[in-house]
């Protein structure tokens, strides 16, 4: 038997570097505080307070959509005052003080503790808010501990096209 091998032997030393520039985040997003705070007593209904959450300011240079994700954090502290509790949450354009364009109107409750709202930028640069434009609620006879009946409420936003 003879034993018959071709051997190929072929080595790559050639790099490429790509020139890529560091940017700041395209948006920021800062907590404007809570709205005025509402009043809450056992076996209670009643409104809640309209206002701005968070603002969003984008990157001067970002022309992109975005889409918003709000989240209820504690909903196991909010399920032992409340039976029910409504945020009907929009984002509006902070220069024209209307709903900003391709926004939706979404409810964030105890049973739906996660929603998202896309929008079109208007302008580079230009500020947006996120607001609960009305909510309710209904709570439990009592018996709850100090500091569960206060919703905490997280932002985070997302490209959602590119420039």
Not at 89 to 104: F, L, M, P, Q, Y
């Amino acid at each position: 038997m003879i034993a018959r091998g071709i051997c190929a032997y072929g080595a790559t030393t050639a790099t490429v570097t790509l020139g890529l520039t560091q940017k700041t985040d395209f948006a920021l997003v800062a907590a404007v505080g809570s709205p005025a705070t509402w009043n809450v007593w056992g076996s209670y209904k009643g409104k809640v307070t309209t206002g701005d959450l968070f603002t969003i300011t984008p990157e001067a240079t970002w022309t992109g959509d975005m889409s918003v994700t709000l989240t209820i954090a504690n909903t196991q502290d909010l399920v032992e005052a409340y039976k029910i509790l409504v945020f009907k949450i929009e984002v509006w354009d902070n220069v024209t003080s209307a709903k900003a364009v391709g926004s939706t109107t979404e409810y964030l409750t105890l049973g739906k503790g996660d929603i998202e709202i896309d929008f079109e930028q208007a302008a580079p640069g230009r500020a947006y808010d996120v607001r609960i434009i009305s909510g309710y609620y209904i709570t439990h006879k009592g018996g709850w501990t100090d500091g569960k009946e206060d919703p905490l409420i997280m932002c985070q936003v997302l490209q959602r096209s590119a420039p």
